[in-house]
């Protein structure tokens, strides 16, 4: 099976930056997914990775590196509104997908 | 209507009832997919059908009963549950079941499912 690793909770100020880390350790690898996930909604889907490297997508970044097993997803000049749970999700050799526990992120004022 | 829909948006049931949940998209996907959120734990796979035909069954209890009468529509039959089943339960779906390429899955909100 996958064995995904994130942070339960972080905390930041609005207008700051987070990062959010993910380790995973998988039988082989065929995409990283990350999530959004505001309360009592549906997770909506941020950013894709499948190659080494940074992808930018506005405020939102994402990070992989297949050798480390790792990826974070970065949030700049961070609004009360980035206030949520982040998932962070690994596709398998099988191209079975598995989800982390969740990042919830609160942004205070 | 747009994306996935999800009714009831909550249930409360005793053990000895039956109920269903209910799922429908509005993308033209043809993979859908029953997931299991509890608290603090990842995401659970329960059921995936492709092409209306079911794929993956992850060693769920037969109390949970899916079905998809076409590639729009998504049940999950409930019968008999435990208060451990307590959970939102989230629908999903996706282009492609065969998850080639990205396969990004659409969510829909759940259904928040309490067993007395």
């Known amino acids: 099976g996958q064995n995904i690793d994130q942070p339960t909770e972080m905390t930041a100020t609005e207008g700051a930056i987070v990062q959010i880390n993910c380790t995973y350790q998988?039988?082989?690898?065929?995409?990283l997914f990350w999530y959004q996930q505001h309360a009592g909604e549906a997770p909506t889907f941020l950013s894709y990775?499948?190659?080494?490297g940074l992808e930018e997508k506005g405020r939102f970044s994402s990070f992989l590196s297949r050798s480390k097993g790792y990826s974070y997803l970065l949030l700049k000049e961070l609004q009360m509104k980035d206030s949520a749970s982040y998932l962070c999700?690994?596709?398998?050799?099988?191209?079975?997908?598995?989800f982390g526990a969740g990042t919830t992120v609160t942004v205070r004022a | 209507e747009t994306g996935v829909t999800q009714t009831p948006r909550h249930l409360v049931m005793g053990m000895t009832n039956k109920k269903s949940l209910k799922c429908e998209q509005h993308?033209?996907?043809?993979?859908m997919y029953w997931y299991k959120q509890s608290a603090k734990k990842p995401l659970e796979l329960m059921f995936v059908?492709?092409?209306?035909?079911?794929?993956e069954n992850n060693s769920v209890p037969s109390r949970f009963s899916p079905e998809c009468p076409n590639s729009s529509h998504l049940f999950l039959h409930l019968h008999t549950l435990q208060p451990e089943d307590s959970a939102l339960y989230l629908c999903?779906?996706?282009?492609?079941?065969?998850?080639?390429?990205?396969?990004?899955?659409?969510f829909g909100a759940g259904s928040r499912l309490t067993v007395l």
């Open positions: 999903a779906s996706s282009q492609d079941g065969s998850s080639s390429g990205a396969n990004v899955l659409t």
């Open positions: 998988t039988s082989g690898f065929n995409g």
């Open positions: 990775n499948v190659l080494d």
């Open positions: 999700a690994v596709r398998d050799r099988d191209y079975k997908l598995s």
């Open positions: 993308l033209g996907h043809n993979a």
């Open positions: 059908y492709s092409l209306e035909e079911r794929v």
